[in-house]
């Protein structure tokens, strides 16, 4: 019984940005957001106290803003080539 080969059945799928690609001034509030987190979220495992005992407070209002903006920029969806 030959061998048979499945990669060729496999559909090949691309992402599209839906409705639009995101802006340059939205990439950079995610990038500033996701800077501002990963500072936070490196000072709240180390201990380091640099919110002066507003660690937990800073780490997760961070995290809600990184949710909302995530939740209102453009989308990705995936389509059939």
């Not at 001034?25 to 500033?32: D, K, S, T």
């Not at 997760?60 to 209102?72: E, Q």
């Given at each position: ?38 500072l936070a ?6 201990g ?34």
């Open positions: 019984m030959p061998r048979r080969s499945y990669g060729s059945r496999v559909k090949q799928r691309a992402y599209e940005w839906d409705p639009r690609p995101p802006t340059i001034r939205e990439r950079l509030i995610c990038g500033a957001l996701l800077a501002a987190f990963a979220l490196t000072n709240y495992w180390a380091w106290q640099l919110f002066r005992g507003y660690d937990k407070w800073v780490f997760w209002g961070l995290f809600l803003a990184m949710v909302i903006v995530a939740n209102r920029g453009p989308g990705v969806r995936r389509v059939e080539v």
